[in-house]
């Protein structure tokens, strides 16, 4: 697909943040564009849970979910907690944390790259994939985006920048180069295994005994395979925790594994967790992860709806003349106390704060 050279908004990346976002701006009339570095549908590592809060937001937002989205099991219950290894494992429902939001008691199992694919598809916007947002350059009120698609340099101009681009957002550091000082990362790994666990499907297995993790470590069936996660503080060896934390499962779980059919890693910020949030300036908007938007371990939800409220932020700014951040800042502060609320919650059950074992 080509490239026009002016937009009135470019969004860059495809995840739900980005998808939220383009959703808001659907029907405006305001032409978007949303970037993503990967040929999609790209692999998400995540659980992939559209948990009860992101459910109702999709729904209500973009439509019921498509049965094609779906993993087996399609249901997950909720959490399943174990606090000590040693100690009964605890059953968490997602209804324990419904707030009155008349939500349904039920998550939905899903893979995020057709997830992702299908909310972004459900939008205006043009979506283009193999091109990576590099950085940018101000040329009086527009932002001059220097991209890199099929491996060619590109320069398209847009009145309004939101950076959807996730924990190590390019569009942050570009704009806000000394705020990285302060984002504490906490490294993830994944291995998923053909074989057999003695957990039950449908529910997501949480681990916060510090001998297996530095943060919190899962376990979750998708499709018949069983995903095993572990996350680390930024100096500790993830692959250590990792290797602890399946002979663990192996020894007290009967974790059986036939092959292993991929791994991966991935970063989370604690930028949530210290209320550390950068929301952008002037028509530039971080939404998602790259504003630091975190629920928690439900970061869908934060992202969508963060990424909503930028896009209305925009339709406000074309409207008022006054620039978008004021306006984001007006539409984002409930999913932001909201996500200081989930993190101050967190750390009360568990008396240490968990992303950073504090
Ligand atoms: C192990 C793990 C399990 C999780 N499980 C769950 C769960 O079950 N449910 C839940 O709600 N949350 C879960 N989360 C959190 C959730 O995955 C994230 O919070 C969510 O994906 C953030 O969405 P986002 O749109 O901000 O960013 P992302 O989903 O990360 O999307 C950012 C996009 O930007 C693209 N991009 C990056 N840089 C560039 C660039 N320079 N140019 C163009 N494109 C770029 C990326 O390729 C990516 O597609 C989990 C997280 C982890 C680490």
Known sequence: MSLKDKYDVVIVGSGPAG?????????????????????????KMCSG????????????????????????????????????IGSPIMDVPFSVFDEGDDLEEEGFNTWRAELDYWLCSETDAELVDNCRFDHFDRDGQDYVLKLRHLDQEVSVRAKYLIGADGT???????????FEKSVGLLPNYEEIYEGNIDLEPGWLYLFMDRSVTGYFATVFHKDDK?????????RESVKDYFAAFRNHLERDHGLVVKSEAARHGIVLTDMSARKNYCLGKDSLLLVGEAGGF?????????SIISGNAAGEAVLESTKSGKPALEHFTDLASEEMETCNRVHANLSEAMGFNVFMRE
């Open 226 to 234: 069983v995903v095993v996660v572990t996350g680390v503080q930024q």
């Open 168 to 178: 190590l957002s390019r569009v942050r550091r570009t704009a806000f180069p000394g």
């Open 294 to 302: 975190l629920r928690g371990g439900e970061g869908i939800t934060s």
């Open 19 to 43: 998808a939220g976002a383009a959703k808001a701006l659907s029907g405006s009339g305001l032409e978007t564009l949303i970037v993503e570095r990967d040929k999609l549908p790209r692999y």
């Open 49 to 84: 849970i559209v948990f009860p809060s992101s459910r109702k937001f999709i729904e209500d937002h973009f439509g019921d979910l498509p049965k094609s989205l779906m993993c087996n099991p399609e249901i997950v219950k909720g959490n399943r907690v174990c606090a000590a």
